[in-house]
């Protein structure tokens, strides 16, 4: 059986990781713990934790021609990820995030670099890897006209779209509607339902698109007019930081493998709770094996 494809169209970003005790208030400074420099960036963060559980993933993205860059690509292509697609931008820096960690709570800002190369014409010179994937997953690191070029794409060769809408910005009706599945936090929710004015019957059908990941307090979905909670894993946290991205990525792997959403929920879920564990984005993403051996334990303790 042919393995399904899943591509990831986004971000790629160094991460520039602080811990310290405390967050220092305006004019202040503090001596923090450590810092490391970690591969992040949305879009990379949901390939590597969809190839991490064995997911044929393809990532389409730019870095800069930069020593950050060139680190990036060889870390990529060592998570299994196929990258020709992502390009060494001359004339731009690599994206990167400045993330300061404190009991166990990150703050971020992020400087795009040469993720704004990601155009819509650098979009469709790649039609082709889109048309051949099962699914395609999105986030809103990269230009919004570039978001809405690939989910034309996908929607013209009938592949399936998950849109993590993260950072929050608006989006037309237009892309709403075709979207297949969307991933906002509460708050990101909010926002898309009252980005436009819906009919009930709109208003009904985006909130079943919407998978709503709530932290600590887990998600909900709604199914049938029924709103469906899904309680998340009780783990020790080390750092929250790429939890959403690793439910995407877990999602996008469970979906494509024709999983059920209440499972692929629970599965994403588990691929998120393993991923908090370790410090780092992508450096906690779990394997398949190891949600397996986490969900069976979490299973027989019940």
Wanted: hydrophobic share 40%; net charge negative.
């Amino acid at each position: 059986m042919e393995n399904k494809k899943i591509t990831v169209v986004g971000s790629i970003n160094m991460d520039l990781v602080t811990s310290t005790k405390r967050v220092p208030v305006l004019g202040e400074t503090v001596l923090g713990e450590s810092f490391h420099t970690i591969p992040g960036g949305k879009g990379a963060n949901q390939a590597v934790a969809a190839a991490r559980l064995g997911a044929d993933t393809t990532l389409i993205g730019c870095v800069g021609d930069d020593t950050f860059g060139k680190d990036l690509l060889k870390h990529l292509a060592s998570q299994g990820i196929r990258t020709p697609y992502v390009k060494p931008i001359t004339y731009s820096t690599t994206g990167i995030a400045s993330i300061t960690i404190s009991n166990g709570e990150n703050h971020i800002i992020v400087v795009p670099g040469a993720n704004f190369q990601v155009t819509p014409e650098y979009v469709a010179e790649h039609e082709d890897v889109i048309a051949s994937s099962d699914i395609l997953l999105l986030q809103l690191e990269i230009p919004i006209e570039s978001v809405e070029k690939a989910v034309e794409l996908a929607k013209k060769h009938g592949v399936k779209v998950i849109l993590n809408p993260a950072p929050i910005q608006p989006l037309s009706k237009d892309l709403m509607k075709k979207v297949d599945y969307f991933t906002p936090n509460e708050y990101e929710q909010q926002v898309l339902l009252e980005s436009h004015e819906w009919t009930n019957e709109e208003r009904e059908e985006l909130l079943a698109k919407c998978i709503i990941t709530k932290g600590s307090k887990g998600i909900t979905f709604t199914s049938g007019g029924k709103v469906i909670e899904i309680p998340s894993y009780k783990v020790e946290v080390v750092d929250t930081t790429g939890a959403g991205d690793s439910f995407n990525g877990g999602l996008a792997y469970a979906l494509n493998k024709g999983i059920a959403m209440v499972e692929a929920c629970k599965f994403a879920n588990a691929v998120a709770a393993l991923s908090v564990t370790k410090l780092g984005a992508q450096s906690g993403m779990p394997t398949l094996a190891e949600v397996e051996e986490f969900l069976q334990t979490r299973d027989e303790a019940k």
